[in-house]
T-cell receptor
């Protein structure tokens, strides 16, 4: 099992350019997430998908869109990149959301994005 | 105020020593708690869940104090390989019909020195 995979690993964009970050998981998880990580800020949730066919905004959704293409894949799109979107982006998945129990999240290796 | 707060460190620890640090959370309705480990330029990985009664996993001990709203992590007999950033994660179940929202602390850096 590859777990959670992300592409690309690195990307440099110019302001105003668009791009899509790809994420796939092979653990048959229902829920998937996109986070960004900035120094001193911790991971912040951009969007999540509780299950196939649903997506919802997280803490910092502005400037992003997502698509839950199928159970395996969850993509993040930047329509018009801005320097403030320079960050490390992590995709994650977990088995289920509705329990108050101990679901854990499994993370992909991250995408480092620089917007000039 | 951040919902999950951690001392950023770094905690410089001699090899073989014990180090402990806390994480405070603001929402008393928080349901579940985790410690994740993140190595430099890598993804976070689950270190251990934190149970109400406290739990150990080898050299690592996690405690939960609901009254004071903090969790702690203690590392005994520190190894060089324990050098990492430790992220506190709190899962807030908003309602019984909605999903939990994972809140991450910014992390505590631990540096174990020879």
């Amino acid at each position: 099992n590859a777990g959670v995979t992300q592409t690309p690993k690195f990307q440099v964009l110019k302001t105003g350019q668009s791009m899509t970050l790809q994420c796939a998981q092979d653990m048959n998880h229902n829920s998937m997430y996109w986070y960004r990580q900035d120094p001193g800020m911790g991971l912040r949730l951009i969007y999540y998908s509780a299950s196939e066919g649903t997506t919802d905004k997280g803490e910092v959704p502005n400037g992003y869109n997502v698509s839950r293409l199928n159970k395996r894949e969850f993509s993040l799109r930047l329509e018009s990149a801005a320097p403030s979107q320079t960050s490390v982006y992590f995709c994650a998945s977990s088995e289920a959301l509705r329990l108050a129990g101990q679901e854990t999240q499994y993370f992909g290796p991250g995408t480092r994005l620089l917007v000039l | 105020r951040k919902e999950v707060e951690q001392d950023p460190g770094p905690f410089n620890v001699p090899e073989g020593a014990t180090v402990a640090f806390n994480c405070t959370y603001s929402n008393s309705a928080s349901q579940s708690f985790f410690w994740y480990r993140q190595d430099c330029r890598k993804e976070p990985k689950l270190l251990m869940s934190v149970y109400s009664s406290g739990n150990e996993d080898g050299r690592f001990t996690a405690q939960l104090n609901r009254a004071s709203q903090y969790i702690s992590l203690l590392i005994r007999d520190s190894k060089l390989s324990d050098s990492a950033t430790y992220l506190c994660v709190v899962n807030l179940l908003l309602t019984t019909d909605s999903w939990g929202k994972f809140q991450f602390g910014a992390g505590t850096q631990v540096v174990v020195t020879p």
